[in-house]
């Protein structure tokens, strides 16, 4: 919180283990604090499911995220993939945002953490 008492930001970080870990740490972030807002979820794709590259975590990751069963009134709407209005198409970052009922959107930065240059 800043000052004046107002949340900066929250924030989730976890290592991406597939749709039940995602949706426990979805769920964690939205109960530390009762306004919802300002809120981004930081995940880390080591690559730990094997025979699955990256884009295809994300892919998942991205269809499990709209599948959870949200709190009431923090219900999901829709998604949207905005890697590209961050210029990070080629990159070995995705991001995606979800909005809910209540208008409450939560951000999702979806990382390669074994990303290497060539």
Sequence with gaps: ???NTQIIQLCEAFIY???ATAREHILKVL???HKRDFTTMIVYDTGEEKGKSFD???AKYYDNITKIKYPADFEFEKIE???DDFNAKLSAIKIAKTIHK???VIYHIFIN???KTT
């Design 56 to 58: 295809e975590n994300w």
């Design 81 to 83: 993939d905005i890697t």
């Design 113 to 115: 953490i074994n990303y």
């Design 31 to 33: 109960n530390y604090y």
């Design 102 to 104: 209540s208008g409450t």
């Design 17 to 19: 283990r597939g749709a």
């Design 1 to 3: 919180m800043d000052k």
